[in-house]
T-cell receptor, first 118, second 109 residues
């Protein structure tokens, strides 16, 4: 149980284009999903918290107009990197928190999306 | 401020035991998590502690002392596949995960 998928797993795009990344909880419902970014040899950096049916909460320093997050259902959240630039190249990972998890707010991670902007 | 400390890197021998420590200072506490992350992959959940004591799960055990703000992850009978980064994370008063920088564990034959 508690499987989270991400698509695509790897994407290469030209500078200035937009890229959409999907995160799905496959066998549970997730009212809250999280988007992280991880640069090589560094720890996870939380970008935003996505709540189903409401606007995402962005961390300080993360541009909400550049990283558009939509959480339209209990099993799907999307992150769109708009007008991508080479400095946006990174490993983007989503996680989902199981609604039925009770007191244990364990986050389960998707496999990640490696974005390379040329 | 909120802070999670864990060693940057550790080396151990295949078949041995290793203990990875984590100390934390957070605003509130709603549990401590350990995750394993292999290079180039996303983290996978290992353990969750919210009460003091030891939680054992196969070769892996996790210990928590809330009064000391301290946890450790114990790995027994080390295997080469255990070479990975181990991330300590604390759920604070807002149920937000505060992440440590991770401990890179290198296993030698």
């Amino acid at each position: 149980g508690a499987v989270v998928s991400q698509h695509p797993s790897r994407v290469i795009c030209k500078s200035g284009t937009s890229v959409k990344i999907e995160c799905r909880s496959l066998d549970f419902q997730a009212t809250t999903m999280f988007w992280y970014r991880q640069f090589p040899k560094q720890s996870l950096m939380l970008m935003a918290t996505s709540n189903e049916g409401s606007k995402a909460t962005y961390e300080q320093g993360v541009e909400k107009d550049k990283f558009l997050i939509n959480h339209a259902s209990l099993t799907l959240s999307t992150l769109t990197v708009t007008s991508a630039h080479p400095e946006d190249s990174s490993f983007y990972i989503c996680s989902a928190r199981d609604v039925a998890g009770g007191d244990t707010d364990t986050q389960y991670f998707g496999p990640g999306t490696r974005l390379t902007v040329l | 401020g909120q802070n999670i400390d864990q060693p940057t890197e550790m080396t151990a021998t295949e078949g041995a035991i290793v203990q990875i420590n984590c100390t934390y200072q957070t605003s509130g506490f709603n549990g401590l998590f350990w995750y394993q992350q292999h290079a180039g992959e996303a983290p996978t959940f290992l353990s969750y502690n919210v009460l003091d004591g030891l939680e054992e799960k196969g070769r892996f055990s996790s210990f928590l002392s809330r009064s000391k703000g301290y946890s450790y992850l114990l790995l027994k009978e080390l295997q080469m596949k255990d070479s990975a980064s181990y991330l300590c994370a604390v759920s604070d008063s807002n149920y937000q995960l505060i992440w440590g920088a991770g401990t890179k564990l290198i296993i030698k034959p």
